[in-house]
Structure formats: structure tokens, C-alpha cells
């Protein structure tokens, strides 16, 4: 894990198109600091195999892994860190059990409210439509609500790609999560970096910007 | 927990007719010492409630918790011990992060040998067909070549009931577990009873043999 949690671009993995390892590893050749394995329907066996192959990687390129919902995955792999939704297993009771990285989606101000004490980073959205398993949009303004709301990193989600990346990351967030923008491309690393490069120039140019 | 793993009849819960802490308090009122939590398809955030809800009875009927193939829940509800199958997470896995009573679910000798260093017990079967999840029966013999060949006690599993309870514990096994025939009757303290009454019938009758 790196020694700082960079959440700029935070890449979630998909077995849609690309194997969960191969959309990891496109994602951290081209420079990604933070996977994200989500994986829902596979059996937990398969699921330790998968994260452990991912683990390597992470850990090949000093990366952040994050595994989603399951915390005895998250264990059972060594990952750095879980993340949770509403759905999922209360943060409360992952902070118990589970001596990490905790992340957690929200979609509401006061459901960031309820996290904070545990959370160490929310993942906001969806901001925009998409295709996969967000489907509440809360929009720029609602991820804006929520940065505002809370000193914790917030992460926006859904439908974020190149065309809209910009303006998201105006909104204060500390980085944007992406899955299908990675995982489905054609060039999963082409993508990832094209993102990466966007955001980094951006960084940039606040550097330059007179006080 | 009991001070000492009593087998003899091991109930697993199912949401398909009754509530799980419905078919737990009644096997518990019956009499019966162990029960496993058994939800496949609820969020985790659910199963953890159901499962707290279901460690409180235990305690009151100083029974045993398994809960089956999550072991974060298992964590999350202080259960005394966890089952996987064999797309679960891998036993030697379950054993480094988890401490407590391993159970494993095993169709063959083969399957019993490979999980034995770890396991505390197995359940074997299907023993008959069934409408639950168990599929490929292993029959009466296929249970017998399995506690022959083991030193971990097992529990066979798959559609025993009243009728054949009998020969099934003449197969050598350490007990019996059901799905349908308690967490589907009309009545489940009921069936929970009269099977108990027929293990403890048939021990009592193994004392007075002459030795």
C-alpha cells in the first residue's frame, strides 16, 4: 500500500468484459494507485483466488486494494481496505472486525453524516447515469452537498468518463471511481491512463494558478 | 456454546416458510444444541441482523451458532463457528482467519481427507435426494465410507426425516442435520421434538445393549 491513499482515479474491476486481473492490471500499468475488486455472484472460493491474483499485482506496483462488500475476502486476500455500501455489512460492525481501510458509498448527506466516525473515504454517486449498479443520480450539485458536508475524501461515482471528468473533479471531490469507463473499454490501460493523464494536467494547472 | 459440540441433531435455518430466527427458536426450544444460519441470497447488512437476532437464542438455550459460507457474518455475530462447501472460501483460508468450530461440507473421502486437518466436523451427504440445495446423493454408503475413513466427526445432511433418521445414525455418524424436515413443517418445535426423541430413544437403547 502506498504510504499516502491516492484516490484520484480509483478503478473498480468488472468480469463483464475483461477479467477482474486484467482490468487490475491494465489499470496499474498505466499508473492507477487504487484497484477496487467487486465481484458479486462468483463463489467466495473463486472470489479469495481472484483477490490474492489481484494482491500480487497491487503489491508489484505499491497499489491500494480495496475489496468490495465481502470483509472475510478482504482478509482472507490482505487487502488494504473494504468498502461497503448501504446494503452491506454496517460500517460500525466493519470497523469491529476489520483493522483497515474503510470505505463507504453514500448518496446523502446525512448517510455521510452517519459514516464519518468510521469512514475513511465515501464514494459518492451515481453522478450520472450508467449501466452498472448505481441507479439513484444525484448529480454534480448532490456529490457537491456531500463534499461539503464532511472532511472525510469523497469519491464520486457513475458514468464518469473523460467527456464529463473535469467538471466532477470540480466539485472538491479527491478522486473519481470509474468501472465501466476501465473495464469495458477497448484498451482498459489506454483508458486508464487517457483518465489519468486529464486529471493530472488539471492538478497541474491549480499548481500554476496565482494565490 | 455448550462446553461439549452435540451433534446429534444440527438444524439449519431457512427463510422459505418461516422467518430463520423462527426455525431457530423453535429447534432451541425443542431441545436441539446447534443451528446454522444458512442465507444465501440476503444483503450482508440483513444477514447480520438476522444472525445477532439468532446468537441471542443460542445464548438463552446455551446452544451452538455455525453460520454457513460468510465468514464475516460468522465474525460480525460472534457465531462459535463457521460451514463452507466446497465453492466456499477454502478451509486452510477459513482456519487463519477465523477462530472457531470449522465445518465442511464433503461428498467424498477424497474431499474429507483434504479438509481434515482443519475441520471440526463434516457434513456429508446428500444422503437422499432433496429439494434444497444438495444435489448429487451419495447415499447410506457413501456417508459410511466417509465416517470410516475419518476421524472428525460427521453429520450426515440431504432429505433425512422421521422415516429414515434411524438408519441414518447407523451409518456411524456423529448426527443428523435438516433443512426441510424442521424449517418446513407445519410445526417446527414439533418436528424438532419428535426427531430428538428418536435420536435419544435410539441411544438410549445403544446403553442397554449388553456390551
Known amino acids: 500500500m502506498s504510504s499516502m491513499l491516492n484516490l484520484s482515479l480509483y478503478v473498480i474491476t468488472g468480469n463483464r468484459r475483461w477479467k477482474h486481473?486484467?482490468?487490475?492490471?491494465?489499470?496499474?500499468?498505466?499508473?492507477?494507485?487504487?484497484?477496487?475488486?467487486r465481484e458479486?455472484?462468483?463463489?467466495?472460493?473463486?472470489?479469495?483466488?481472484?483477490?490474492?491474483?489481484?494482491?500480487?499485482l497491487c503489491d508489484e506496483y505499491d497499489s491500494t486494494l480495496i475489496v468490495n462488500d465481502r470483509v472475510d475476502v478482504a482478509i482472507a486476500c490482505n487487502a488494504d481496505g473494504v468498502h461497503v455500501g448501504q446494503e452491506d455489512m454496517p460500517v460500525e460492525i466493519v470497523a469491529e472486525i476489520f483493522d483497515g481501510i474503510i470505505g463507504v458509498s453514500v448518496k446523502t448527506v446525512e448517510q455521510a453524516k452517519r459514516a464519518e466516525r468510521h469512514a475513511d473515504y465515501f464514494g459518492a454517486g451515481s453522478v450520472f447515469p450508467t449501466g452498472t449498479k448505481e441507479t439513484e443520480v444525484i448529480g454534480l450539485?448532490?456529490?457537491?452537498?456531500?463534499?461539503?458536508?464532511?472532511?472525510?475524501?469523497?469519491?464520486?461515482?457513475?458514468?464518469?468518463?473523460?467527456?464529463?471528468?473535469?467538471?466532477?473533479?470540480?466539485?472538491?471531490?479527491?478522486?473519481?471511481?470509474?468501472?465501466?469507463?476501465?473495464?469495458?473499454?477497448?484498451?482498459?490501460?489506454?483508458?486508464a491512463r487517457e483518465l489519468l493523464d486529464l486529471?493530472?494536467?488539471?492538478e497541474k494547472e491549480k499548481v500554476r494558478e496565482p494565490l
Chains 1, 2 share one sequence.
Not at 40 to 56: G, S
Open 199 to 202: 486529471i493530472e494536467n488539471l
Open 21 to 37: 486481473e486484467e482490468v487490475a492490471e491494465a489499470a496499474l500499468k498505466a499508473g492507477v494507485e487504487i484497484i477496487q475488486y
Open 141 to 191: 450539485e448532490g456529490v457537491k452537498r456531500i463534499v461539503e458536508a464532511t472532511s472525510v475524501p469523497v469519491v464520486a461515482i457513475g458514468g464518469i468518463n473523460r467527456e464529463n471528468v473535469l467538471e466532477v473533479l470540480e466539485t472538491g471531490v479527491a478522486g473519481v471511481a470509474v468501472v465501466s469507463a476501465v473495464a469495458m473499454a477497448d484498451d482498459p490501460e489506454k483508458a
Open 40 to 56: 458479486k455472484e462468483a463463489p467466495a472460493k473463486i472470489m479469495v483466488e481472484e483477490a490474492r491474483r489481484i494482491r500480487k
